[in-house]
């Protein structure tokens, strides 16, 4: 049995749990719901960083970081592969999930930047951040279009689309791409992305 440590919120942890998903492993999974930033004991004893997602394998084996969890299923469960074998699509399915793995970050920057109080706050940041999401949504539509199928790039996207309309609902990324919120709404019924919808 492995055991995840998540956050129903947070999207770097359910790009893990789509991941586990597609991979028909989740009922192999022990899901465990916890607020990092309460700074739980039992995060903290697996895990140093105390973030989410956590993933403890049946090994006992704890893996943080969710690209880092990504490419140990990827070697421990290859099927179905959410990586292409072959390059130059391995190489592009990486590099998007790349871009997708920053705009999750960026935005988690902005969220953060927010909670501060506002004495604090950097304007130059967030406008930096803000410039740099309508850059990488508008790639994502465009030239770093998911590939086909749903693999580490597609679900990596889709979490972070679902986060951006999560934590920064008046941000007009459709209106930036339409192609991408197509996308994002064809891939929006997979049973995965549905199980994993952060609560509303
Ligand atoms: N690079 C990590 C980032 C994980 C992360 O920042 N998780 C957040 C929740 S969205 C967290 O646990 N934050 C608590 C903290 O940083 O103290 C990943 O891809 O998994």
């Known amino acids: 049995m492995m055991k995840l440590f998540l956050s129903p919120t947070s999207p770097f942890a359910r790009k893990v749990k789509v991941a586990l998903i ?3 492993l989740y009922p192999e999974v022990e899901e465990i719901r916890v607020d990092p930033w309460s700074s739980p004991a039992e995060l903290i004893r697996v895990n140093p960083l105390c973030q989410v997602p956590t993933l403890v394998t049946s090994e006992g084996l704890a893996l943080a970081n969710s690209d880092s969890i990504l490419a140990w299923l990827e070697h421990h469960c290859p099927r ?3 990586l292409p074998a ?3 699509e391995r190489g592009r399915s990486l590099a ?3 871009q997708a793995q920053g705009l999750i970050q960026y935005t988690v920057d902005i969220v953060l930047e927010r909670r501060r109080p506002t004495s604090q706050r950097s304007v130059t940041f967030v406008d930096r951040r803000m410039a740099a999401i309508l850059r990488v949504v508008t790639a994502l539509g465009g030239e770093w ?3 086909p199928g749903f693999g580490i790039d597609g679900i990596g996207v889709a979490c972070a689309l679902g986060y ?3 934590r920064l609902p008046e941000y007009p990324w459709r209106e930036a791409s339409p192609t991408l ?5 064809a891939v929006a019924s997979r049973p995965s992305l549905k199980a994993s919808a952060p609560p509303t």
């Open 164 to 166: 951006l309309d999560l």
């Open 96 to 98: 998007i999930a790349a």
């Open 22 to 24: 597609e991979k028909n």
């Open 181 to 185: 919120a197509h996308w994002f709404t």
């Open 145 to 147: 279009m998911p590939l």
């Open 80 to 82: 179905p592969a959410l």
């Open 86 to 88: 072959g390059d130059p």
